[in-house]
């Protein structure tokens, strides 16, 4: 499976197939959360690049799902693999025919640190599945438990070099007015500088990276807090003008923040993004 184009009027045919889907997002303890996601899609959904604003941790039950990570070549996984999507790193993925996957969202720091997880191995690959086919016929128990031992095994925290710091000090300050200059002061770059290193290993600039940041945090604000109003959505997550927060919407998952709040209410037979 190759990326096809997802933007314009095919990215609106994506997303019209993609709301189609059932999908059922639960919390978990920390601030994680897990979703099951069920497909049947008669062409190849393209998805456009985002940022994760999480560790992911996903299972793919049955079909297959093609992930591209920034820096890499995108890689096809099948039913009975687990695979991770570093946290706060930019991503594109893709997916066709009828397909099931678990995944699991965990907070991207610890220690004010990015978490990484190595490689998974044999052992971690088995008690994924395992635990992903438990989840998918609705048990709930053991998920956090196991989740913690993962990080405690194969948990690692990312380096300091001055992209990192940057990437770090933006996830933590996505929700307040922050300009290049002063992220790059903090980590001892000229923010010409500070631009360029970001976007070679990010895979896009400051700004956009926070923005994606703010994007994400507001659709599990809508799924999550449904009595929230959509201009308090807006406001708790950087962006002072609701329409800002509807624009982003609409142009990255297809869907207006009404649609996104009311597809979070829906439970186990609402449809939404898969991460």
């Known amino acids: 499976m190759t990326f096809a184009d997802a933007s314009g009027q095919g990215w609106k045919r994506t997303a019209a197939a993609l709301v189609a889907n059932p999908f059922e997002r639960f919390e978990l303890p920390d601030g994680a959360f897990g ?7 008669a062409q190849p959904l393209p998805i456009p690049a985002l940022t994760t604003a999480s560790l992911e941790v996903a299972v793919q039950l049955a079909g297959d799902w093609t992930l591209a990570v920034h820096g890499a070549a995108p890689s096809r996984r099948g039913a009975g693999e687990a695979f991770v999507v570093p946290a706060l790193t930019r991503h594109r993925y893709a997916f066709a025919g009828v397909g099931r996957q678990v995944g699991f969202a965990l907070p ?10 190595g490689p998974l191995g044999a052992r971690w690959q088995r008690r994924l ?32 070099d001055p992209v990192e710091r940057a990437r770090a000090l933006l996830e933590q300050t996505y929700d307040r007015p922050l300009y290049l200059e002063h992220v790059a002061a903090e980590v001892g770059l000229h923010a010409k ?13 400051p700004i956009r990276f926070r923005t994606e940041l703010r994007l994400q945090h507001a659709i599990r604000l809508l799924w ?26 609409v142009a990255t998952c297809g869907m207006t923040p009404a649609q996104l709040g009311r597809r979070g209410r829906q439970g186990s037979s609402g449809t939404g993004l898969p991460s």
């Open 35 to 41: 979703w099951v996601y069920r497909y049947h899609n």
């Open 108 to 117: 991207p720091r610890r220690e004010g640190r990015r978490l990484l997880l």
């Open 129 to 160: 599945v395992a635990l992903g086919h438990e989840v998918a016929g609705g048990g709930r128990a053991g998920v956090a438990e196991a989740l913690e031992e993962l990080v405690r095994d194969r948990g690692a925290l990312a380096g300091e």
């Open 193 to 205: 500088a500070l631009s360029r290193r970001f976007v070679a290993q990010v895979g896009v600039a």
């Open 224 to 249: 999550s807090r449904p009595e929230r109003p959509i201009a308090r959505v807006a406001e708790e997550v950087g962006l002072a003008d609701p329409r800002q927060l509807h624009r982003l919407t």
